[in-house]
């Protein structure tokens, strides 16, 4: 993957832009632009911390359970 | 094969409450759902009652999961219209307002709710205007019910 920044253009909400444009005034973000890069950094971190999470529980289930559950669903459903 | 002509299954406040508190055979089962492109509805007041119900960040954790499977979508209390259609359900059911968004969705949408515990439909669903089509998780092998599990 090439490491040169791409442009793009976004519509956000007037409040999520004015705290970056505080990030920015206050030191705490080089540019508005790094200001929604790191949130968008730390928004993928999280995704892929609940999508483990997911995964360790999903493993953990009995398939045959699994599959009594959703057939009895299915037997439902086709009342 | 599930719900019919891929009508939309929604999940109630038990079962959310399962998932987050770990529940590997219903996350198991949410999961196998969405591998077979079922559409799931997660009632944004279902949610919250589940979240009030578990107060751990994993539990949190696990809740925000389901909004980056494929298949499932939450439902929204969006405008005045749905807030007083809340209230409106409220109270003909006396349902608390986790699962009346619940029961809002399903009598909006007119899909099935998926449920841990049956039981606490019953009178509520005959409240409204049209029943309720409630479905129960459950194992026909676990003399318990996997309501239990919840």
Redesign the interface.
Known sequence: MSERKSRLTITVDPQLEAYAEQLVETGQAASVSAAFNDAMTEKAY??R???G??KA???????L??A???A???R???Q | MTGPAGIPLILDTSVLIAIARGDPDIIGLVQAYDSRAQPLVIPALATVGASLDARSEEADDLLAGLELLGHATAAPLRGVGQATRLADVIARTGLDPWDAHTAAVADAAVCPVLTLHPAKWHEPGAALDAPLHIIEITDPDDPEGSGQLA
Do not use: F
């Not at chain 1, 529980?57 to 398939?63: G, I, K, L, N, V």
């Open positions: 999280r995704d911390h609940r999508r999470l997911w529980r999903s493993d953990q289930a009995d398939p359970r699994v009594r559950m959703m009895a669903i299915d439902q459903l086709a």
